[in-house]
């Protein structure tokens, strides 16, 4: 049975449909507002606005819940590859053992980059950030892989390329940036394994893989691979609705990524937790963090969606103690960091706010420990994010109900007024 709200001004009565979603979520249907009514609705940042029906991600922010495609993400995370995860996202159930293994050949057979793009590399200044490095690399993959005439071929293979091709993009970033030998992708090992090998294999030193840091990055990768429509999903999701290349729409994902209020944040708590731990001012920190006057914010801290315990960061918690104890390695970064949350979760500000570590909390010393470099912290998040991304633009060029992306505004600024020639200024 279809229900409505009635919204009453001056005394007319205008009638709006209730949409529900399949866990019960609620929304007002005000599509037709502004032609019946006149009035638009203002909701600064989106909080409060859905953009769009989705059957990909569930996030319960009030209970700590986050599901791809039903299945809880610590499921995934304890028993899925991250190929199932992604073939999971971008086709709308798991793969069978015979998809699977089709998924991985065509992920084989397009790993490498074309030649030419190396020069791009060699030309970027080397204090470039490697999240501008890929957003403009995928970007220029169009340029380099043309479009094919039927459709659903092109938009099957530029999903393979994109999933297979950022890898090795983003593993040569790094070599080149330090002026080490290319590794290319090898055949015989997995998606994360591959990645790891093709950052850190070299000639002098053989790399050596560990099932346990493979399996860290695994778990890394499934937890950011989607997380409904969050800043660069959107961008992903409104630039793909001017009906630009899924590369286009994939780098501008990639550039709102790169924001430290977003996937920057990885990298941005460990520069806190390192300016923390050089001037011992963990309370300090604390106290700025809720002084209004202060623009400093506990970083890794809070989320928009989440007024719970990120179920991300609980996992990437237990991830952190595991890592570290099994590589031997003690870092006094994972020590600040647990002080800090103790300390927040204490305290009233961070109570009534409803501020609990977010994924990006731990994330980054587990990544410290498996030896990725602190600037590379977001483009393992743009990796694992990709299939999301992907899977949500696939549902936006599918939804029958599809439009441009073309928010409305209140104009707040000068009436009209007469331009005034120069020499009268
Ligand atoms: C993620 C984030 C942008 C979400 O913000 P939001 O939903 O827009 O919430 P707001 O920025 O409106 O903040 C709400 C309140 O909590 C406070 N707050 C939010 N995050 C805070 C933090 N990390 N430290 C201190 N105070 C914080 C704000 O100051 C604000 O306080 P007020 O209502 O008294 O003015 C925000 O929590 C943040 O900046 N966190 C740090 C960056 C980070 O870790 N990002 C990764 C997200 S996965």
């Not at 778990?219 to 793909?240: K, Y």
């Not at 647990?338 to 977010?358: Q, S, T, V």
Request: charged share 25%.
């Amino acid at each position: 049975m279809s229900e409505s709200v009635k919204l009453i001004y001056n005394g007319n009565e205008f009638e709006l449909p209730v949409i529900f979603g399949s866990e019960g979520e609620r929304a007002i249907d005000i599509s037709t507002l502004r032609e019946k009514t006149g009035f638009i609705t203002l909701d600064t940042g989106y909080a409060n606005t859905g953009s769009c029906e989705s059957a990909i991600t569930y996030i319960n922010g009030e209970k700590g819940i986050l599901r791809y495609r039903g299945i809880p993400v610590e499921q995934l995370a304890e028993h899925a590859t991250f190929k199932e995860t992604a073939y999971l996202l971008i086709n709308g159930r798991l793969p069978t053992r015979e998809e699977l293994t089709r998924f991985s050949v065509l992920l084989n057979d397009h790993s490498l980059v074309h030649e030419d793009m190396r020069a791009f590399y060699e030309n970027f200044p080397r204090s470039s950030h490697p999240m501008g490095i890929l957003s403009s690399m995928v970007n220029a993959l169009r340029s380099f892989y043309p479009e094919l005439q039927n459709l659903e071929e092109e938009i099957n293979m530029t999903v393979t390329r994109l999933l297979s091709k950022v890898r090795t993009l983003a593993a040569l970033s790094y070599k080149i940036s330090r002026g080490h030998k290319v590794v290319y992708p090898r055949p015989d090992l997995a998606y994360c394994s591959n990645f790891l090998n093709m950052m850190f294999d070299s000639p002098v030193r053989p790399y050596e893989l560990d099932e346990d840091v493979v399996r860290a990055l695994r778990v890394f990768w499934i937890l950011h691979a989607d997380h409904e429509q969050n800043c660069s999903t959107s961008a992903v999701r409104l630039v793909g609705s001017a009906r630009v290349t899924l590369y286009a729409a994939i780098s501008a994902g990639i550039a709102a990524l790169w924001g430290p209020l977003h996937g920057g944040a990885n990298q941005a708590v460990i520069e806190m937790l390192s300016e923390i731990a050089e001037k011992k001012n963990m309370k300090k920190a604390v106290e700025r963090a809720k002084d209004k006057k202060d623009p400093f914010r506990l970083m890794g801290f809070g989320h928009r969606v989440y007024k719970a315990y990120d179920p991300r960061a609980r996992i990437m918690k237990k991830m952190a103690d595991k890592v570290l104890a099994k590589l031997n390695i003690s870092d006094p970064l994972l020590d600040i960091a647990k002080e800090l949350e103790e300390i927040a979760l204490k305290d009233d500000y961070f109570i009534e706010h409803h501020l609990y570590p977010n994924v990006d909390f731990y994330s980054g010393i587990v990544l410290r420990a498996i030896g990725i470099p602190t600037n590379m912290f977001t483009v393992l998040f743009a990796i694992g994010r990709l299939p999301g991304w992907i899977a949500q633009w696939r549902e936006s060029i599918d939804d029958p109900k599809w439009k441009l992306y073309r928010p409305r505004q209140i104009y707040i600024g000068p009436k009209e007024t007469s331009f005034v020639p120069i020499d009268e200024r």
